[in-house]
């Protein structure tokens, strides 16, 4: 399905999901002030055009002890993409890996790793480095202390500016 231009009401939808996904469509419903079918009629729409990709319950990491949260900025020997397509390949079956994002600047992966302990950690960025079929020439970790801000959504400003250009 084509996106369309959001209105007023597509934001309060993404706004309300952002903050309680698990929200019943009546009480979605309520808090825009739309009945329920529609509302159901328009979540289906975002979903359906890509802007509401999921639902997940949000586990406080923190909470658990002994754990090791880290972000590694990645650097790869080639950034050919095949050396990137293979990279990227080799992380999707890294279940420490939560997230990674292809970067520009002085390097080209920034992945958000969680892992048992250190000796996990160690043992996954080694072998990275030692696999010539990987391609990592540098790995720089950086050790969450703790966390100051969690990510609570994006800003609806921006998906409305960006919704206005389309």
């Known amino acids: ?8 009401i597509d934001l309060k939808i993404l706004a309300e999901l952002q903050r309680d996904g698990r929200m019943t469509n009546q009480r979605l419903s309520e808090k825009i002030g739309l009945s329920p079918r529609p509302c159901l009629e328009r979540v289906r729409r975002l979903e359906a055009a890509g802007l509401i990709s ?3 319950a949000v586990v406080e990491i923190g909470e658990l002890p002994d754990l090791v949260h880290a972000f590694a900025e990645i650097t790869l020997k080639s950034q050919s993409t095949q050396a990137l397509a293979a990279f990227e390949r080799h992380l999707a079956d890294c279940a420490e890996v939560v997230e990674c994002v292809l970067v520009g600047g002085q390097f080209d992966y920034l992945a958000q790793m969680v892992c048992a302990d250190l000796a996990r950690y160690n043992a996954l960025t080694t072998q990275w480095l030692d696999d010539p079929a990987i391609g990592v020439a540098r790995i720089t970790s950086r050790f969450v202390m703790k966390r100051v801000r969690r990510f609570a959504g994006y800003p609806l400003s921006l998906i409305e500016k960006a919704a206005q250009q389309n």
């Open 1 to 8: 399905m084509p996106p369309r231009k959001l209105d007023s």
């Open 54 to 56: 999921g639902y997940r």
